[in-house]
């Protein structure tokens, strides 16, 4: 099993930027998929962005082209950078991983970004 810890969460101003982490517990290696959810309030939970231990991304329509998806396998790190934010994208992001045949969650981290 693994642990997930979220970082990085603040508030900015529309266009800003913010750089999220989510620190695992164990090697992140092995885990063959890892994720970013975000839930704005009122809303279900939606993917944000994806990466295959072969560093194969996906990206939801919505971050196409200002958000990036990274692992840092060294530091047992999942990064999410966030560039040109946009009101829209306030909500708490949290961080999964499929290992093993189990989701496993962060506590998820703040997003708040003001027009």
């Known amino acids: 099993q693994v642990q997930l810890v979220e970082s990085g969460g603040g508030s900015v101003q529309d266009g800003g930027s913010l750089r999220l982490s989510c620190q695992a517990s164990?090697?992140?290696?092995?885990?063959?998929?890892m994720r970013w959810y975000r839930q704005a309030p009122g809303k279900q939970r939606e993917m944000v962005a994806s990466i295959t231990s072969d560093d194969e991304t996906e990206y939801a329509d919505f971050v196409k082209g200002r958000f990036t998806i990274s692992r840092d396998n060294r530091n047992n790190k999942l990064n999410l950078q966030m560039d040109s934010l946009k009101p829209e994208d306030t909500g708490v992001y949290y961080c999964?991983?499929?290992?093993?045949?189990?989701?496993?969650w962060g506590q998820g981290t703040q997003v708040t970004v003001s027009s």
């Open positions: 164990r090697s992140i290696y092995p885990i063959n998929l």
């Open positions: 999964n991983a499929y290992l093993y045949w189990t989701n496993y």
